[in-house]
């Protein structure tokens, strides 16, 4: 008997070549939370490199982060990697620079360590994606003050 969840990620495989970007999209942001990522992960690399549609690219790789985990940023990172064509690259890069989690000390703490972990991948592309990211950050000290309260 096929579990539901099992019938979920299978109808969001399938949906994942669709003719229609936004049933592309839906995909991506379900195959994002599958606690099987590795599983989809060429999938999900296909959608975020999605040829005819930015979209797609956008609410995956938002998706991805969303997770808040290492494997998630990893996908997205890939992707980054990958991208060819400069308005996927500008998607993925507008996910990361943008993603919410920059905004809160604890969660730039986990997004340096996890880009940290990912600046010793295997594959060249992330590794190379996540020092580049890491070599453009302030250092902490730098974002971290409290900003002067005599700003008169």
């Known amino acids: 008997m096929i579990s539901p969840n099992d019938q979920e990620l299978s109808t969001a495989i399938r949906n994942a070549g669709s003719p229609d ?37 956008q609410d995956t790789a938002v998706a991805l982060l969303a997770r808040k985990d290492t494997a998630g940023l990893r996908c997205v990172l890939l992707a980054a990697s990958y991208a060819v064509e400069t308005w996927t690259a500008d998607e993925i890069y507008a996910a990361l620079s943008g993603d919410p989690e920059w905004m809160t000390t604890n969660g730039a703490d986990r997004l340096i360590k996890q880009l940290h972990e990912l600046a010793a991948d295997d594959d060249v592309g992330v590794r190379g994606e996540a020092q580049e990211i890491l070599a453009g950050l302030r250092p902490r000290e730098e974002w971290a003050r409290e900003p002067d309260s005599d700003t008169s």
């Open 21 to 57: 970007w936004s049933v592309r999209a839906a995909a991506g942001r379900q195959l994002a939370t599958s606690d099987r990522i590795d599983e989809v992960a060429d999938i999900i690399h296909r959608l975020l490199l999605d040829e005819q549609n930015t979209g797609v690219t």
